[in-house]
């Protein structure tokens, strides 16, 4: 073999390689992408948005599903996990931001500082939120905006009684007889930094009322 031809083997053996490489990455994502239900990751009609709604929480107002998600989940659910969004984001951003693949990242839904909810991955599905798979296949996730950047991470007041009632919600339509807040993870109410050492998600103040959220689910579950 000449020396020039010796000389060009290696970079037509890489392009070769990485040509390789791009087509197996893209053949993968075209697997993923037909394993997907139909309607993740697509604009719903006002139809399909009512059938996915009937299914999950009446309390939802807002639905964009996400592809970042295990189609179904592998557990029983028996949890709830509440995290904050570390901003002030509206429903639609966060959906904008959950529809990117590559993010990763997802929740089952979210409450805005006006107190709407949206829904971002079915609750037969195991979202991408904790940090923990495990406790993801057992766990409705549920992301939580802040009227404050920073400090105690304060979330609103119509946020917070949301947050409640839709906790009471996913408990009487999953059979969950009460959350228990054990500041571990063996409780039914847990919190991303119990999974995760480097966040503290969900800030000072939502972990401050941790027990107040149960006690007051508990007693509308109690009065059902």
Known sequence: M??????????R????GFGA???FVLALCAVRRSALPENVGLPLSGPEAEA??????????????????D??????????????????LSLEGLGAAFAQEDRRASSNYAIDSQGRVALYVEENNRAWTSSSRENDQQAVTIEVANDETGGDWHVSD????TLIALCADICLRNGI??????????????????????????????????EDIAAAVNARL???
């Open 158 to 161: 119509a946020a917070f009684d």
């Open 21 to 23: 490489a791009a087509i």
């Open 71 to 88: 189609f179904p989940r592998r557990g029983e659910i028996c949890k709830i996990t509440i995290h904050h969004m570390a901003e002030n």
């Open 177 to 210: 007889p009460s959350l228990e807040y054990t500041g571990g993870p063996e409780g039914s109410l847990t919190v991303h930094q119990m999974f995760n050492p480097n966040t503290e998600c969900p800030g000072p103040y939502l972990l401050s009322r941790m």
């Open 52 to 69: 996915v709604i009937q299914r999950n929480s009446p309390m939802t107002a807002f639905v964009q599903l996400s592809p970042n998600a």
């Open 222 to 224: 109690a009065a059902e």
């Open 2 to 11: 000449a020396k020039q031809e010796r000389g060009l083997l290696l970079p």
């Open 13 to 16: 053996l890489l392009l070769l």
